[in-house]
């Protein structure tokens, strides 16, 4: 993915937020806030035509909190 640099204002509380949680995890600002950005793009995602949905497998069936926790536990989620 190539990417561009660009300059945002951001708060300053935020902005020390994000230095503590790099810090913390061992991660640069950087990344986090290009992780945040990521995030925030999509969750403004608007699929105009019906064939670009994400779609999901299954039956429609409700699952159980028991099949949820195995399909974590297995990895194949």
Same mark, same amino acid.
């Given at each position: 993915m190539s990417m561009k640099r660009t300059n945002v204002y951001a708060d300053a509380d935020d902005?020390?937020?994000i230095? =503590?949680?790099a810090k913390r995890? *061992?991660?640069s600002e950087a990344e986090i806030i290009r992780e945040g950005i990521h995030l925030a793009a999509l969750s403004y995602r608007v699929w105009?035509?019906?064939d =670009?949905?994400?779609k999901?497998? *299954?039956g429609g069936e409700?699952?159980?909190k028991e099949?949820?926790?195995r399909a974590v536990a297995d990895g194949q989620c």
């Open positions: 902005l020390a937020l230095k =503590e949680a995890r *061992g991660r105009d035509d019906p =670009e949905w994400p999901v497998s *299954g409700p699952v159980t099949e949820v926790r």
